[in-house]
Structures are given as C-alpha cells and as structure tokens.
C-alpha cells in the first residue's frame, strides 16, 4: 500500500448560526471525520443530504480550517507552515469541481476565457490553442461551437463539462468532484465517468468523488464512506459497502436508489412504512459514534454506546 | 385526448435563440398534452431543449430566446397572450416552477421566511403570522424544521435549499407546477420520501406536473406518461409502463441502456 495522498483524521466542524433573534446555534457539521485517498484512486462520500459531504470537500480545498483534527497532503498537515509558494502549489494540486456549474463560472466571461488561463499557468502559452480544442475535446465538447460562448449560452450539462475541464486544465493532483455529473444525463454521464477513470489511471489523478448516485459511486471509487449528519457511518472497499451494507443507514440509503419496476403511486402503505422506517433509522443514526468495528480488511462500521449495551 | 381536456397544450411550439453566429431552433415543433392530475416526465440528453421549454411554458424565456411559432394553452388560455398583470398572478398561483440548480434561485441576502413571505405578499394578504404558520407547514412537507425558517441559503446545504424551493413552488397551490430537475442535489432516501409526498399531495389537493430529468429509472417511478426528447423534437411519447418495458425508438432504447445501475459494468 502506498501513502496516501490525502488523508483526514479526526476532523470536525462545528459552524455557528446567529439568527437574528434568539440564542446562537450550533451546527455540527463534521464530527470526528477520518479516512484517506492514495494516488491515483478515489473515494466516494455518499450519504444523506446535509451531512456535511460538500463541508469535507471545501476543508480539503481550505476553504476554511476545521475546528479539530489535521487534514494531511503528502503526509504535511495543510494549515501548518505555509508558505506563499506552498500555498499556490497546493491550490494547484488540488482542484475541485463544483456541485453547480452556474456558481463556479463568470457570466462575463467566454469559455476561451475560463481555459485559457489557467492552460496559461500549467503549461505557459506553446500550442495553447491545441491545448485549449483538446481539453474540451476531453469533456466531450465541441471547440468550434463553444470555445466563444458565454456560460448562460450552454446547457446544464455543456456548463458542468466546462468546469470539469477546467480542473484538468491545470493539472490537478486530486480533484475534489463535488456532484460533478448531477446534471448530465446518462449518456454523457458515463463518458465523464470513464474521463475520471482514465485521469485516475493514465495520469495518477486521485478523486474525492462526492456524489448521491451510488450507482456512479460504485462505477468510479474503489473505496466509499456513507455519511450521516456529520460522521461516517460505514466506509470499505465499494463493492462491499454498496453491494452488502452492514450499518442501518447505509442500507436505508441503497434500498432507496431508484428503480423502475416500483412506482410510487401503487404503494401508499409502502410510502407510509418507508418514511416510518427511515425516521426511525435517521433517530439511531443521529446519535455520536463510539467507535468503528473492522468487519473486514478496511471495511469499518459504526457502532454506538446504545450498540454495545 | 382532447385539447380541452388537457390542464395544459403545447401545440407546435418552436423556439429560436438568436445567437451572433446565427439563429438556432432549439424547440422544434413540439406538441405535449399535460392531464388534470397528471404528472409527465420530459427525458433526454443535455442540450436537447427541456430548460427551454420549461422557461417558455411560463413565458419565463429572455431574450435571445424567442417563441417563434406555436401555442400554449393553459385550461384552455392562450398564456402567450396573456397581458403583464395576469401574467404576474398566474405565475406562483396558476403554474410554478422548480428551476434547474433551483438551489441558487433564492435571494442569498434573505433569510428563508422573508423569501416566503416575499412571495406570499406578492400575491394574497397574509400577515405575518400567518406567513410564518404556513411556511413552517410547507417546511415540515419537504422534512425541513421550522427552525431553518430563519436560516439564509449559504447556512444551508445544497439539498436543504432545493427543498426550500420545492416548498416555495407548492405554496401558493398551483394547479401546474414545472420541475427542472428537483431533486438532483436530494439523497436518495428524501428524493423517494419528496417524491411520495407529492404523488400523495396531488391525490389529495388535485395538481399537474411537469417533471424534468436525467434519472429514467426515478421518473419511471414518479411519472404517469413519458416523452423523450432529442435535438428540440419529441421523439416518442407513452405511457410510463410502455416507455420502460417497450421502448420503440433507438434512441429511447439507448437511453436505457446507458443507465447506472448497481452490480452491472454500465454506470
Ligand atoms: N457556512 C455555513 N454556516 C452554517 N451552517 C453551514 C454552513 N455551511 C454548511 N452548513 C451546514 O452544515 C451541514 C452540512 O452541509 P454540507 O453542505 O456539507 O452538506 P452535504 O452533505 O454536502 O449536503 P448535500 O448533499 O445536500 O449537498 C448542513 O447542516 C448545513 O446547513
Ligand atoms: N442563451 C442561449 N443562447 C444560445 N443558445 C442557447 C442559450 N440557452 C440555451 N441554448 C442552447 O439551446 C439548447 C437547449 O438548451 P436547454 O438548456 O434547453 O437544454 P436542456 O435539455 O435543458 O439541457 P440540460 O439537460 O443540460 O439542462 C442547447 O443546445 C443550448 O446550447
Ligand atoms: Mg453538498
Ligand atoms: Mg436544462
């Protein structure tokens, strides 16, 4: 095994709110979060929405600094010791791509524009407009129709590709894919997918791949963490997690996944038994983890207090 | 079915952007019927023209979009000749929308209730109380707390806001309400929860939907009737059953073929 790119332990985050009236609340956003990503792999946070998945990424990115715990690249705690040379070398290193295209791209700017300079900064200005075809070549766009337009001038999809190109443009050693093809639809999905994958294998690109289509989790990570209201809940190699969940949650979450033969309207008890079912998960789930069994090799599920009484 | 009989009848509706490099039909003659209480998916791949017909549905389209040929009758009005004011009431109360990354549609310097109470305002006498009893129900329908009321959309997550503004959409009860892509950023077990509630709801307040999304395996669950789309067309159009288990157009079939499912080598 070699050492991990990145690595996460320990780490919380605890966000306060103050509304304008009544008392400050707390929201704990990530409680005791650990787990790690080698080279050229990726790992996959699936889990309920609101668990702070998005708040892992953005303490990658450092975004902001967690409340405790280290978050290490290369074996080097990334808030310690910087360096202005070191910082810009990070952000290089790691990118990410964001869960919405319309919030991560200029409105003023063409795409040429949002490619070019950071093309520019990688690889400086020798066959730029080569570079430039064949980076949105590589996400499936085509350089003649897209290179002049503004971001409001392509669809949904088309945008996402324009972020995900982005990211590649400057060379990043892991890339932080925060719902990166939510609004792909199926076709494109795959190659977007199978672009991911080559990065992984061809250039040593490792992912943390955020994502709440576990079908894609399993397609694309070999590892993937299950999370619920800030903690991990169960994490391993994906084929078990996905395919033999042992914690409640996580088979709460894949019996969840969609499928065609079940319509909605046939089953109102069925409806009623699920969300009964789900509350009653979600109750359990809340509660602080007290520790991780190791079921099988790398393969970790929480346990509670309440579990081991 | 009968024009009449429809809540909703897009007939032959084209719609252009007018581009500097040329004007480009991005709707193309598209003819779609939608059922009192009936909720139709509208598939198909990225770029094929779904947002645009959403915007235009409820004349929402900006320049350089432009409805060049075609009607939309909303129980039998014509809303492409509707006027302003008429226009503005409609809207919210007679179709509301969901809009695609509907996440950043809220106002980031309002907190959650002013927005609703924006809203509300803008179209019935409410008072405050009252604004806030009913914006806490409508919470509680997409399984936030009250207490989120007061958050403002950076506190919350991308999930939280997409709720919030299914919410919002459902408030004023519409009798159509347009869903561009609603539930993408949702995990799958508030998705299935969302989605039962509202089959539920329409049984119970009596409503139309127009669901827009990538996930044929979840709009084969939501959906009454399906259409497809490719490049601005319509290119097969049926029951939810036939379009899943007899797919008749190539492209209909590929669509299937490529989707994600858990075990297979086909994500
Ligand atoms: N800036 C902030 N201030 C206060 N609370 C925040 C802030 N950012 C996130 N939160 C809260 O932290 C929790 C985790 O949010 P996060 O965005 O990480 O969830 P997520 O797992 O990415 O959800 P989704 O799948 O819906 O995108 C949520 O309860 C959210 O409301
Ligand atoms: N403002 C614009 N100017 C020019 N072309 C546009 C504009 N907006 C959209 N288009 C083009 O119109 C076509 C349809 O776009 P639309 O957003 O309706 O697609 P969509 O089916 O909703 O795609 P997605 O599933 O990715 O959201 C696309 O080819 C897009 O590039
Ligand atoms: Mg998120
Ligand atoms: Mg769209």
């Known amino acids: ?309 | 079915m009968s024009a009449a009989k429809s809540l909703l009848s897009v007939q032959n509706l084209c719609v252009d952007y007018l581009t500097p490099a040329g004007s480009f039909r991005a709707v193309r003659n598209v003819s779609l019927d939608i059922g009192h209480n009936e909720i139709m998916g509208l598939a198909g791949e990225s770029g094929c023209g779904k947002s645009t017909i959403a915007f235009s549905l409820m004349r929402l389209h900006r320049p350089p979009a432009f409805i060049s040929d075609g009607k939309i009758l909303f129980d039998g009005e014509d809303i492409l000749a509707f006027p302003r004011r008429k226009l503005e009431a409609w809207r919210w109360s007679g179709a509301s929308m969901v809009f695609q990354s509907a996440m950043n549609s809220l106002n980031p310097v309002l907190t959650v209730f002013e927005q609703f109470r924006d809203m509300l305002a803008r179209h019935e006498k409410t008072g405050r109380e009252a604004a806030r009893a009913k914006a806490a129900e409508m919470m509680a329908m997409v399984g936030l707390p009250a207490d989120r009321l007061d958050a403002f959309p950076h506190q919350l997550s991308g999930g939280m806001r997409q709720r919030v503004v299914l919410a919002m959409a459902l408030t004023l009860r519409p009798r159509l309400v347009i869903m561009d892509e609603p539930t993408t950023a949702l995990d799958v077990v508030v998705q299935r929860e969302i989605l039962q509630e509202i089959v539920a709801l329409r049984g119970r307040l009596g409503f139309s939907v127009l669901f827009i999304t990538h996930d044929l395996a979840l709009m084969a669950q939501f959906a009454d009737r399906i259409a497809i789309m490719l490049e601005g067309r319509i290119v097969e159009e049926g029951a939810a059953e036939n379009l899943v288990a007899f797919p008749r157009h190539d492209y209909t079939r590929k669509l299937w073929a490529a989707m994600p499912r858990i075990g297979g080598t086909a994500a």
Do not use: W
């Open chain 1, 1 to 309: 095994m070699s050492a991990p790119l990145l690595s996460l332990e320990g780490v919380s985050k605890t966000f306060h709110v103050r509304p304008v009236l009544g008392a400050v609340r707390r929201v704990e956003a990530l409680r005791d979060v650990t787990f790690s990503i080698e080279p050229g792999r990726a790992l996959a946070l699936v889990g309920e929405s609101g668990s702070g998945k998005s708040t892992c990424g953005r303490a990658v990115i450092r975004h902001f600094e967690p409340s405790a715990g280290t978050i290490r690249f290369r074996g080097e705690d990334i808030f310690a010791g910087r360096t202005r040379r070191g910082d810009s070398a990070y952000l290089r290193a790691v990118q990410m791509v964001f869960q919405d295209p319309f919030a991560s791209l200029n409105p003023t700017h063409t795409i040429r524009h949002h490619l070019e300079r950071p093309l520019r900064l990688h690889g400086g200005t020798d066959d730029l407009e080569a570079r430039l075809r064949k980076t949105l070549s590589d996400v499936e766009l085509d350089p003649d129709t897209t290179l002049e337009k503004f971001p409001h001038q392509l669809s949904g999809g088309q945008r996402q590709r324009v972020s995900f190109a982005r990211a590649l443009a400057v060379g990043a050693e892991l890339i932080v894919a925060d719902e990166p093809t939510s609004m792909l639809d199926v076709s494109i999905r795959k190659s977007v997918l199978d672009l991911m994958r080559r990065l992984k294998e061809e250039r040593s690109i490792a992912f943390l791949y955020i994502t709440h289509d576990i079908a894609t989790a399993h397609y694309i990570a070999e590892e993937t963490a299950v999370m619920f209201a800030g903690q991990v809940m169960e994490r391993g190699p994906s084929d078990a997690v996905i395919r033999n969940p042992r914690h409640a949650y996580s088979k709460l979450l894949i019996s969840a996944v969609p499928d065609p033969a079940r319509r909605f309207d046939a089953e109102a008890d069925d409806a009623l038994a699920f969300t009964r079912q789900a509350d009653a998960v979600r109750a359990d789930a809340a509660r602080p983890i007290a520790g991780y069994r190791e079921i099988a090799p790398g393969h970790f599920v929480a346990y509670s207090e309440a579990d081991n009484a």
